[in-house]
């Protein structure tokens, strides 16, 4: 399978617990995006990187959320002192550095008790 | 105005019909759009993109952008069961690098 993996596909934490997700995107891919998705929302915009560098950040993003991609390969998305509001689907997506396609893993569902 | 624009539907059709699915952009988009295709609890698949003005076809899918108006559609020609789903609208930010905007989503039933 040549697509975008996402691990785990389900978590489920109590609130304030710490949680890590891991992105493995298409292997030729230069840049690598986070979303979150609400029932009944259209997936928003989080984080992406270019290579290993971090290009942007949205507001969403509090400092309890923290992306890395070390070796312009995999990232991960860490929550910090998880709410009841985290309760999402995380989705990684990835594109070539040249155009705008972007390609979406299966999602990581989080539920926060 | 949002970005992107779409009416949440519920969109009902009979199968074997057109299903014609709409959103609306602002200025605060780039002119390149993709449709994305997403089943209940899943994640969204990319099923069409176009960037100029006019029609681009791809099997029973056709995707219709009208940059004057500010309009993108996407049709569905004989529509199948298996197409129920919740269909979404992106463009890129303006100016904010690679990142998608969505809108909300469309759902579609295709009626047997």
């Known amino acids: 399978d040549t697509g975008v993996s996402q691990d785990p596909r389900h978590k489920i934490t109590k609130r304030g617990q710490n949680v890590t997700f891991r992105c493995d995107p298409i292997?030729?891919?230069?840049?690598l995006y986070w979303y979150r998705q609400t029932l009944g929302q259209g997936p928003e915009f989080l984080t992406y990187?270019?290579?290993?560098?971090?290009?942007?950040k949205s507001r969403l993003l509090s400092n309890r959320f923290s992306a890395e991609r070390p070796k312009g390969s995999f990232s991960t998305l860490e929550i910090q002192r998880t709410e009841q509001g985290d309760s999402a689907m995380y989705l990684c997506?990835?594109?070539?550095?040249?155009?705008?396609?972007?390609?979406f893993g299966p999602g990581t569902r989080l539920t926060v008790l | 105005q949002k970005e992107v624009e779409q009416n949440s539907g519920p969109l009902s059709v009979p199968e074997g019909a057109i299903a014609s699915l709409n959103c609306t952009y602002s200025?605060?988009?780039?002119?390149?759009f993709f449709w994305y295709r997403q089943y209940s609890g899943k994640s969204p698949e990319l099923i069409m993109s176009?960037?100029?003005?006019g029609d681009k076809e791809d099997g029973r899918f056709t995707a219709q952008l009208n940059k004057a108006s500010q309009y993108v559609s996407l049709l569905i020609r004989d529509s199948q069961p298996s197409d129920s789903a919740t269909y979404l609208c992106?463009?890129?930010?303006?100016?904010?690098?690679?990142?998608?905007?969505f809108g909300q989503g469309t759902e579609l039933s295709v009626k047997p």
């Open positions: 997506a990835s594109s070539l550095l040249i155009g705008n396609e972007q390609f």
């Open positions: 292997s030729e891919h230069n840049r």
């Open positions: 990187f270019q290579n290993e560098a971090q290009l942007e």
């Open positions: 200025d605060r988009v780039s002119q390149s």
């Open positions: 176009i960037y100029s003005n």
């Open positions: 992106a463009a890129p930010s303006y100016n904010q690098g690679g990142k998608l905007i």
